[in-house]
Structure formats: C-alpha cells, structure tokens
Nanobody, 122 residues
Framework: QVQLVESGGGLVQAGGSLRLSCAASGRTFSSYAMGWFRQAPGKERELVAT????????YYTDFVKGRFTISRDNAKNTVYLQMNSLKPEDTAVYYC???????????????WGQGTQVTVSS
C-alpha cells in the first residue's frame, strides 16, 4: 500500500503558475508509475498526467498539454506537477496516485489523499 500527501495548491489569477507536490510513503517509490488527477465541483475525477517509474515516459491529457509538466524525484519519493498558463477551468482538487506498473496501466493502488485545492480566478 502507498500513502499519498498532496500539497502546493492555492488561489492564482488566470495566466499564473503553481507547482504541486505529492509525497509518497510505503512501497518503494521507484517501482511504480505515478499520475495526477483532478476533480472539479460536480464532476467526476479525471486523469491529468502520468509519469513512468523513472520519468522516461510522460503523458498529458489534451486540456493540459503544453501548459503542465509532470516530473518526479525518486530520491525524495515525490512527484510534481508544474502548472503554467492556468485557466479558470483548471479549478479543481488535485490528487495523485500510484500505478501497479512501472509504466502507466490505469490500475491505481494507492490510498487517495485529501488532495490540494487549486482555484484560478478570471
């Protein structure tokens, strides 16, 4: 099992930037892929970006491609999400989770944390 703690959210104006962090504990961090998700009010949780076990492969959904960057530091057991050119529609609670594979398979196994709130004002 993996425990996850997200941080770094806040209130920012449209066009601004934030850097989210997700600290993992439990199973060996470098043995699995990681992903960032978000959930806006009244909507289902959706995948935002993923990164393979060594950072060599990343994936972004269309609505964040070119604006967000996912990265990881295996020495610190932490995955990051750099968010630039933020838009009001990026407003959501952001979560991270761990994947069963070294490459993303979509099968998460971590305990969902409380997430971190990102609010983008227009």
């Amino acid at each position: 099992q993996v425990q996850l703690v997200e941080s770094g959210g806040g209130l920012v104006q449209a066009g601004g930037s934030l850097r989210l962090s997700c600290a993992a504990s439990g199973r060996t961090f470098s043995s699995y892929a990681m992903g960032w998700f978000r959930q806006a009010p009244g909507k289902e949780r959706e995948l935002v970006a993923t990164i393979s076990w060594n950072g060599g492969r990343t994936y972004y959904t269309d609505f964040v491609k070119g604006r967000f960057t996912i990265s990881r530091d295996n020495a610190k057991n932490t995955v990051y999400l750099q968010m630039n050119s933020l838009k009001p529609e990026d407003t959501a609670v952001y979560y991270c989770n761990a994947d069963l594979g070294r490459l993303w398979t979509g099968q998460t196994f971590g305990s969902w944390g409380q997430g971190t709130q990102v609010t983008v004002s227009s």
